[in-house]
């Protein structure tokens, strides 16, 4: 079993940057794939980053976030960030950190399927 739980949600304008932390306790952590989704009310959950580290360092971003977001993971503190620089008003949405547990191969998914462990979410408003 593993807890997840995010934090670092705001309000922020055009432009500006947060970060996102996402704290994974519970066993196994190193064979975890941690993801980061994101959901707008009345809309789909989307994949936005996932970041795993069983066969090597495997990262992958949506194409709406390339080049604006990066995953990290802090491995004495058992987190894994979410910096997001240029924000619009399209990253408004809930984030949730997911992490699943078992080994895969390949590049990680953006996929919400495979991932059985949810956090609670927090609120990113981007506006003017």
């Known amino acids: 079993q593993l807890r997840v739980v995010e934090s670092g949600g705001a309000l922020v304008q055009p432009g500006g940057s947060l970060r996102l932390s996402c704290v994974v306790s519970?066993?196994?952590?190193?064979?975890?794939?941690i993801g980061w989704f994101r959901q707008v009310p009345g809309k789909k959950r989307e994949g936005v980053s996932c970041r795993s580290t069983y066969f090597g360092i495997s990262q992958n971003y949506a194409d709406s976030v390339k080049g604006r977001f990066t995953i990290s993971r802090d491995n004495i503190k058992n987190t894994v960030h979410l910096q997001m620089n240029s924000l619009t008003p399209e990253d408004t949405a809930v984030y949730y950190c997911?992490?699943?547990?078992?080994?895969?191969?390949?590049?990680?998914?953006?996929?919400?399927?495979?991932?059985?462990?949810w956090g609670q979410g927090t609120e990113v408003t981007v506006f003017s």
């Open positions: 997911a992490a699943d547990q078992n080994p895969r191969p390949g590049l990680c998914t953006l996929d919400a399927g495979p991932y059985d462990f």
């Open positions: 519970g066993n196994n952590m190193d064979y975890s794939t």
